[in-house]
Each structure stands twice: as structure tokens, then as C-alpha cells.
């Protein structure tokens, strides 16, 4: 007697490595395994190393560079030094601002908007009443930036003497202007850190707009480098979860 053919139900775990999911896989009946991230986790590895190796004197100053004679190559440590060198000549040369410039309404069109052809020219829009905490939190801040970051114009104005009728709540307003147009308006620190808004955030905000290169020696915290660490730190993460997962699949 003939047995009639009938489906039958194997379970069957995709994940294993045998020679029937080899079969299966080769029919389309089931996935293939995914990729070892493990290879790709030790490339990153490799590459953050090798540009943590390849940036080790960015933004040192001169006596820094000093210290390190005994430990780096003479000739990459003198262009280094030189290349510092050339940088701080052309801040200083760029830095021809070095104060907060209060505005006049019958001037902006020439201290802001022409003016901004040669540099990014932030303008402060203040309260006109003096109790907004966070007008006060800008305005110390302007002063700090005006003073560090001299090849940038900082300007401050009373809001409702710049534009008729300005409302108050929209205060502090930042515009940024670069080659006669608005590049950003920042309206209250809400986007920023509100009252608890810092030098830093704002700094943030001038490398974000190229007013500020990634990496100068006169920021607070140099973002570029900042966040290099921040990848290098997911990555060690992400090392220890693929040696974790290890022990549970057969990728490796």
C-alpha cells in the first residue's frame, strides 16, 4: 500500500550552521546568516586609532609642542610647530573685532549687513524691559565670545529698537548674517540650553556655521575631537556586545 505524501513540520533554526540549512539556504527556503559585525568593529578599531594617531598634536600650543621634543620625529614635530604657527598669525591677523558692537538703526545696513561680506556678524536682539534672564545669559556670553574670538563680529541691540514692535517673549533673537544674507535666526535659547545656556553652546553654533574651524586651539571644547572620542567609545561598545553575542551564535 502506497502512503499518501503528506507536509511534514520540521523546525528548523536558521541560525545553526549545518549542512541542511546549507540546503535550504541555497533554495531560498531560508535566510542567509547575517555578516560578523566582528570584522567591521576591528576595521573601525584600526582607523580610529590610526586618525587618533595621525591628529595626537592638533591644536597644541607652541610649549606644548615644546615638551614633545624628546618623544616625536623632529621633522613632523617641526611642521607641526610651524603649521601652529601659521594658524595663530592668521587668527591674529583675522582678529580685528575683540568687543560687542551696540547698533544703531540708521547704521545696521552698513555695521551688519554689508559688514558681513568680510566675516559672520552675530546680532544680538535683546529685551527691552531688563528682567528676560535669558537676554542676560546672552549678553555675558557675548562679551566672553567678542573677546576670544576676534575674526568674529558680535553685535547687540535692543530688540524693539531694531524692529518696530518686536515682541518681547521672542527674546533673546539671535541673526547671523554671513556675505549680506540671514544664515540663522535663533529666536529665545530654547533650541540652545534656555536660562543654563553656556559659551560652549554657542561655540557649538559657530563651528556648526563655519564662523569657527573644527579643532581651533580657542575653543572650550573642540567638537571634532569631542566626538571622535564619542565614536571610539561606541565602538568599544559595540566590540563588547559582538564578544558577548559570541558566545551565544556561530559567527565566529
Same mark, same amino acid.
Given at each position: ?80 610647530? =610651524? ?15 575683540? =568687543?560687542?558692537?551696540?547698533? =544703531? ?11 558681513? &561680506?568680510?566675516?559672520?556678524?552675530? @546680532? ?20 566672553? %565670545? ?27 533673537? @539671535? ?31 559657530? @563651528? ?10 580657542? %575653543? ?16 568599544? &561598545?559595540?566590540?563588547?556586545?559582538? &564578544? ?9
Amino acid at each position: 500500500m502506497q502512503m499518501p505524501d503528506m507536509p511534514i513540520n520540521v523546525e528548523v533554526d536558521p541560525n545553526e550552521d549545518t549542512e541542511w540549512n546549507d540546503i535550504l539556504r541555497s533554495k531560498g527556503i531560508i535566510p542567509e546568516k547575517p555578516p560578523s559585525p566582528t570584522p567591521m568593529i576591528e576595521e573601525a578599531l584600526t582607523e580610529a586609532r590610526r586618525l587618533a594617531h595621525e591628529n595626537r598634536l592638533e591644536g597644541k600650543e607652541l610649549d606644548e609642542l615644546a615638551e614633545l621634543e624628546d618623544e616625536e620625529d623632529e621633522d613632523f614635530l617641526e611642521s607641526y610647530r =610651524q603649521k601652529r604657527m601659521n594658524e595663530l598669525s592668521s587668527i591674529s591677523t583675522a582678529s580685528i573685532y575683540n =568687543q560687542v558692537y551696540h547698533l =544703531q538703526k540708521p547704521d545696521y545696513s552698513r555695521d551688519v549687513t554689508e559688514a558681513s &561680506q568680510k566675516s559672520h556678524i552675530f @546680532v544680538l536682539l535683546t529685551s527691552s524691559t531688563g528682567t528676560n534672564t535669558e537676554s542676560r545669559v546672552a549678553m555675558e556670553s557675548w562679551t566672553l %565670545l567678542a573677546q576670544r574670538f576676534g575674526d568674529v563680529k558680535f553685535c547687540q541691540m535692543r530688540a524693539d529698537l531694531c524692529i518696530e514692535g518686536y515682541p518681547d517673549r521672542n527674546t533673546p533673537t @539671535v541673526l547671523v548674517y554671513k556675505d549680506g544674507d540671514i544664515k540663522r535666526q535663533i529666536v529665545t535659547l530654547r533650541e540652545l540650553n534656555g536660562s543654563r545656556t553656556k559659551v560652549e553652546d554657542w561655540e557649538k553654533v559657530l @563651528v556648526d556655521l563655519g564662523a569657527v574651524k573644527i579643532g581651533d586651539s580657542r %575653543l572650550s571644547k573642540r567638537p571634532g575631537q569631542e566626538e571622535e572620542g564619542e565614536k571610539t567609545t561606541g565602538i568599544r &561598545q559595540g566590540k563588547a556586545m559582538a &564578544q558577548t553575542n559570541g558566545d551565544d551564535s556561530d559567527w565566529d
